[in-house]
């Protein structure tokens, strides 16, 4: 079935250790692909998106991503985690020539001091 | 700029009440989209609209739901006669293009939905 797999439900990490969240997608063609970022009780924030071009993208508070065709991924990553970053975290797609999201179902982050 | 607007934030509402939730595009932006959360789920796809029209509605619940987005004035997500599996947070977001075209939805800080 075509989907956008997060397979990390929940994460957990230290302040300053480096981070990495994963998001596969099963669509035949490659799609355009998002994260965005979401605070507890607050609406998303667009954190990077990658469209065509560059495999590595640089987005918003030092986050960054990397589409790999091969393995159908688009894993988000931070070098060195801060406290603020605790949220959830969601992988989205568009398909091309469709008008809406498709998203994953997330990942909880907590960062402990 | 104001970024998308919705209203109300919270929104309590008893079972066989109505539920209407506003929405108001970024500046210059004609798309809306509209997305329901469930507790604990991500985001779900609900419907698409252009100015007077409905583009895709093809997450959107077969009865009780509608959406529309008038020439003048914000756009709609109606919900009548709501059960309690309708609590959830909805959540509007707004392009200046079509998604299909390269471009970026921005999501509203989203209208949560309690019903008693």
């Known amino acids: 079935a075509q989907s956008v797999t997060q397979p990390d439900i929940h994460i957990t990490v230290s302040e300053g250790a480096s981070l990495e969240l994963r998001c596969n997608y099963s669509?035949?063609?490659?799609?355009?692909l998002f994260w965005y970022v979401q605070s507890p009780g607050q609406g998303l924030q667009l954190l990077l998106k990658y469209f065509s071009g560059d495999t590595l993208v640089q987005g918003i508070k030092g986050f960054e991503a990397e589409f790999k065709r091969s393995q159908s991924s688009f894993n988000l990553r931070k070098p060195s985690v801060h406290w603020s970053d605790a949220a959830e975290y969601f992988c989205?797609?568009?398909?091309?020539?469709?008008?809406?999201?498709?998203f994953g179902t997330g990942t909880r982050l907590q960062v402990f001091p | 700029n104001a970024g998308v607007m919705q209203n109300p934030r919270h929104l309590v509402r008893r079972r066989g009440q109505e539920a209407r939730l506003r929405c108001s595009p970024m500046k210059g932006h004609s798309h809306v989209y509209w997305y329901r959360q469930l507790p604990e789920e991500g985001l779900k796809f609900m419907v698409y609209?252009?100015?007077?029209?409905?583009?895709?509605e093809s997450g959107m619940p077969k009865e009780r739901f509608s959406a529309e987005f008038p020439k003048e004035g914000p756009s709609i997500l109606r919900i009548q006669q709501v059960v309690r599996g309708d609590s959830a947070a909805y959540f509007c977001a707004s392009s200046a293009q079509k998604l299909g075209s390269a471009d970026t939805q921005y999501f509203g800080p989203g209208t949560r939905l309690t019903v008693l």
């Open positions: 989205a797609v568009v398909l091309y020539n469709t008008d809406k999201l498709i």
């Open positions: 669509y035949g063609a490659t799609p355009y």
């Open positions: 609209l252009q100015k007077e029209n409905i583009i895709d």
